[in-house]
């Protein structure tokens, strides 16, 4: 073997090498997509903006000019975690309960690409272009912040996110645009099973939590959706569902107010913690 093959080949082991060290296998990252609510209602009031534990991360999927945030790049969780124009969602606390309550080695990242007012379908891998092109003017602006594909984007990012940490679960909030959509729960496995096949994931090492929306008791318009939404784990066994119930809502029916984002958001971490503790020691 000549001198420059060998260089060669050292050269792409120490590659190699560079990337697998740098996995942490500590470095929980969770994939977050939906609709608005998973988005963030716009307005962040000041008790959320921090101080916010260094353990919880963001991978931006687009550029957030304001706070020097650039796609791809990892940075502190302060909200908000999807868009420049988003608000606080269900992620926010999410990420700040798992630090919280996890052992002090684990940090926790998390991807958020949604889409306000969105069908399920526009994360469908081959059908999203026949969503995309009925969108109204004020989606496809949000759509073509993602490169008009959002599940290609939340696909990028987290092969992005899997060079940092390992992918410990997905979460969804949607269903408002899909009410009464008797097909929705196998379009959201198929979405599920995507993911899944194009990060090499294991769903029975990746769960899928899926979060109620606005609750009839809080005046919630698409409250329908949520028998279905409980009934999700009969299509996807590794589905657990986050319960929405007191979960104040604003008068838009709607959207969350910030008490329901964070409650909504620690109820999500309620639901993964006991899938992640079983081989963690002591944990807080």
Known sequence: MNRRLVVCVLGAVLVASGDVAAQDPDFYVFLCFGQSNMEGFPGIVDEDRGPVD????????????????????????????????????????????LVERLPPKIRVGVVNVSVGGCKI??????????????????????????GGNPYGRLVEMARVAQKRGVVKGILLHQGESNTNDKQWPAKVKGVYQNLLNDLDLNAA??????????????????????????????????ARVVSSEDCDGLPDHLHFTPRGYRELGKRYADVMLPLLTPNIKNPQ
């Open 205 to 238: 090492e990746v769960p899928l939590i899926v979060g109620e929306l606005v609750s009839a008791e809080a005046g919630g318009a698409c409250a329908s959706m949520n028998a279905m939404i409980r009934q999700l784990p009969r299509t996807i066994p590794t």
């Open 54 to 97: 260094d353990r919880f991360q963001l991978l931006a999927a687009v550029d957030f000019p304001e706070l020097r945030r650039k796609q791809g790049g990892w940075s502190q969780a302060v909200p908000p975690l999807c868009r420049p124009e988003a608000g606080l969602c269900p992620a926010d606390y999410f990420g700040r309960t």
């Open 121 to 146: 379908e526009l994360f469908d891998k081959t059908g999203y272009e026949s969503h995309a092109s009925q969108a109204p003017a004020w989606m496809v602006s949000t759509i073509n912040a993602y």
